[in-house]
């Protein structure tokens, strides 16, 4: 009885032995496939433009407007100028003072521009201080696709 267990033991150890040397030898399951098309790349969306809200804008007119600077860069491509609006708030005593300015000549080239887009005030002069400024930035490419950038911060309003 033990010779016929050491025996099976035997067998199933040059067995397992042999079917270790041979899976190498088999061929791969990749090599045996019909070679596929490269994946296609999904489409490309446009660059989303950089807006960046300059620290200071200047009074104009005693208060009737403000001059705030921004930084922008939209990828080349588009097929008309990029649409800038910039849009400020500031608390004057108990109200609110509220302007907006636009610049519809953004060239977009991928090249960093520095703009000053003029603010008017709507209903009520702005003065020196705290002011709170919204830009977005709107391009539009070939594809029918259009993109915008926004920035938002605090800013300070000041005399020249």
Same mark, same amino acid.
């Given at each position: ?30 090599? !045996? #496939? +019909? &070679? =596929? /098309? @490269? $994946? !296609? #790349? +999904? &489409? =490309? /969306? @446009? $660059? ?61 080239n991928g ?7 003029p603010t ?12 709170f400024a ?27």
């Open positions: 009885m033990i010779r016929r267990s050491w025996s099976r033991t035997a067998v199933a150890i040059l067995l397992g032995t042999a079917l270790a040397a041979a899976i190498p030898l088999m061929p791969a399951v990749g090599k !045996q #496939s +019909p &070679p =596929q /098309s @490269p $994946p !296609q #790349s +999904p &489409p =490309q /969306s @446009p $660059p989303v433009p950089v807006v960046k809200i300059g620290a200071r804008a200047v009074l104009q007119a005693r208060g009737a407007a403000i001059i705030v600077p921004v930084r922008v860069t939209c990828g080349p491509g588009a097929t008309e100028p990029g649409f800038l609006v910039v849009q400020v708030s500031q608390r004057v005593g108990n109200r609110i003072a509220v302007g907006s300015g636009t610049l519809s000549n953004v060239s977009c090249d960093l521009q520095r703009v000053r887009v008017l005030a709507q209903n009520r002069p702005f003065r020196r201080g705290v002011a919204v830009a977005n930035l709107f391009v539009c490419f070939p594809t029918g696709e259009c993109v915008n950038g926004t920035d938002f911060r605090e800013i300070r309003i000041v005399r020249r």
